[in-house]
């Protein structure tokens, strides 16, 4: 494997990051952008025609992008198969011209079938190109996009074995700038309306909230104390009215909200989280050194986030907890023997630090400056 402690001085050149569809994809596919910036390169980023995508970037206007069409790929004998083809071919057709245009060095893709029409296109063009798979199990997309790729970077090791025949960099899951900002805890917390006096757990399923968690705080909510921990719970849009309505019936300082835009300030109040098992979500834990209790969305492919979450709870940095096997009575339990005791927490919180890869979006812009120069 190559070394990817490198430092390159590039004159200046020009990438396509094909990042679109989810955050996961999106978020480190921004925090690269945002370093190419800063070394001078010129960056434009595809991104899906879906609000994620677009509510993200209103964060930053100052990263050009272009919106591209795709859908996921239906099953080989689905008669939807002929209507992915049609599009593929369509959307390939126009990135060809658009690299062209765009007059770019190189293209890397973040995952997602948005990042293959590009990929395919720069390679048949004679460009470097590369893909970021951040989870344990890698996505069927870029299982298929490997094969036009000059190299692969992976987020986590146990992935290199799923691509054999490739050039793989292990260099972690970028997370964003906006999360790299210093932020004054105190000023956070009281802007929740959190108190500085109790453990801060942070409840959060993904964009789209999570049921099976959100049923499981609010049963636990009898079975634990009011005066030792207090909850930033995000529920989704589906379940905010319900929870907190379970909320106001108990004495718990709480913040319920569907989403939150402010997340360096709750990552940085939390001291423990209850959440999926993404891999953005799992750079983002080790950022911020956040034990946590890890609930794997159940429907993920090849049930991938297990696997994300799997060394992270062999390491003592966090539970895995099937959605299957978690209730009111199991959660409360969990929390007061391991995660409301100070020795407990203060142990695990060195061990989540130990999985940070703070320097992600160097080592790729490093190596990606080094083809291209």
């Not at 008669?79 to 690299?99: D, E, H, Q």
């Not at 292990?170 to 009281?190: F, Y």
């Not at 319900?242 to 939150?260: E, I, P, Q, S």
């Not at 203060?346 to 083809?371: L, P």
Request: proline fraction near 5%; glycine fraction near 8%.
């Amino acid at each position: 494997m190559m070394d990817t402690n490198t430092s390159t001085t590039a004159s200046p050149k020009r990438f396509l990051i094909a990042c679109g569809g989810t955050g996961g994809h999106l978020f480190p596919g921004i925090s690269i952008a945002q370093e190419l910036n800063r070394r001078g390169h010129q960056v434009l980023l595809l991104v899906s025609e879906k609000k994620i995508d677009q509510r993200a970037l209103e964060a930053h206007p100052d990263l050009e992008s272009r919106q591209i069409s795709m859908i996921g790929k239906p099953r080989t004998l689905s008669p939807a198969m002929v209507k992915f083809l049609l599009k593929f071919w369509k959307t390939y057709r126009s990135c060809k011209g658009l690299v062209r245009k765009f007059q770019a060095d190189a293209v890397l893709g973040m995952g997602g079938f948005t990042s293959m029409p590009p990929i395919m296109a720069a390679k048949k063009l004679g460009k470097p190109t590369f893909i970021h798979e951040s989870n344990a199990i890698p996505g069927k997309a870029n299982k298929l996009t490997a094969k036009y790729c000059s190299a692969v970077f992976l987020g986590m090791d146990v992935c290199e074995a799923h691509f054999p025949n490739k050039t793989c960099h292990v260099v972690g899951t970028p997370v964003r700038d906006a999360l790299r900002e210093p932020v004054d805890r105190t000023a956070a917390l009281a802007s929740f309306g959190l108190s500085p006096d109790k453990r801060t757990m942070l409840v959060m399923g993904g964009s789209q909230g999570a049921r099976g968690v959100n049923d499981a705080v609010c049963d636990a909510l009898g079975d634990l104390d009011p005066a030792q921990v207090q909850m930033l719970h995000l529920t989704g849009a589906e379940d905010e009215s319900r929870v907190r309505a379970a909320y106001g019936k108990t004495a718990f300082t709480h913040y319920v909200a569907a989403f939150c835009d402010r997340m360096a300030e709750a990552l940085t109040v939390a001291d423990l989280a209850l959440c999926r098992s993404g891999a953005s979500t799992m750079s983002e834990l080790a950022h911020f050194g956040i034990p946590s209790i890890l609930v794997p969305y159940p429907f993920a492919a090849e049930n991938h986030q297990t696997f994300n979450a799997k060394p992270f709870d062999d390491g003592g940095a966090a539970v895995l907890c099937p959605q299957d096997s978690l209730d009111g009575p199991k959660l409360a339990t969990l929390l007061r023997e391991k995660f409301l005791v100070d020795e407990s927490l203060r142990a695990m919180r060195e061990k989540m630090h130990s999985f940070s890869s703070d320097d992600a979006n160097i080592k790729i812009c490093d190596i990606m400056e080094a083809q291209t120069a």
